[in-house]
């Protein structure tokens, strides 16, 4: 009896949810089928915003803007349709029912600021600790710095020496040497004696007395 008893409260439970679902599909039957599209943009309404996550929650229907923010998708009437992307808020939209035409949007997403505590990272347990390594380190050669707290000349052209070059140097290094080789293999390397832009600018130099002696 007992037994009896579970089977047939179990096919009241199975009866129940054929019946909720069967409910379920035929109000998503009964609502028009539209179609949402529109761009997603920045606050500032300047730039699109990719990848932003649209869908309707527990219906398992959704997409992602594309892009340049441009998104589409179906949905039905009622539906409410979400708008969420890392580091900004969440939107969400309600499609209004008795509608005869499709759903064109610009959404706007806003910054998401999240405040988090202060930390304070301490390298050395204790000040005293900190206190004593500092005093401890040995400069190869200390920075000289003049009475408005700038490092001397001398200090400068020692860093920039040791200085490796930078990735424009490297760069402007690499297209000098490309321009030689096609020179080289195209045609002879100009002659700079025969140049007369550049004996102009060595006359400039001389009167400008650029080729002085400095003492």
């Known amino acids: 009896m007992k037994i009896r008893l579970q089977h047939i409260i179990f096919g009241f ?60 998708m179906p949905v039905l009437e009622g539906d409410s349709v979400v708008f969420s992307f890392i580091g900004l808020k969440r939107q969400t939209f309600k499609v209004p029912e008795n509608t005869d035409s499709d759903i064109s949007l610009i959404v706007t997403m806003q910054m998401d600021e999240i405040a988090l505590s202060e930390i304070e990272i301490m390298p050395f347990p204790t000040e005293e600790e900190f206190k004593r390594q500092v005093l401890a380190m040995n400069y190869e050669a200390p920075m000289a710095i003049d009475s408005r707290g700038n490092l001397s000349p001398e ?55 650029d080729l002085k002696s400095r003492d």
Not at 19 to 32: I, Y
Not at 160 to 176: D, I, K, L, V
Not at 187 to 200: I, Y
């Open 155 to 209: 200090t400068l052209l020692r860093y920039a020496e040791q200085m490796p070059a930078s990735g424009n140097e490297n760069w402007r290094y690499f297209q000098q040497g490309r321009v030689m080789q096609i020179q080289d293999r195209y045609g002879p390397r100009p002659f700079t004696l025969l140049d007369p832009f550049a004996w102009s600018r060595f006359i400039q130099s001389i009167k400008r007395g």
């Open 13 to 72: 439970l199975v009866l129940f949810f054929l019946l909720g679902s069967q409910n379920s599909h035929a109000q998503d039957k009964e609502r028009k089928v539209l179609q949402l599209t529109g761009i997603v943009l920045n606050a500032d309404s300047t730039d699109a915003v990719p990848g932003v996550n649209i869908y309707v929650p527990k219906k398992g229907r959704g997409t992602t803007s594309g892009r340049y923010g441009y998104f589409s």
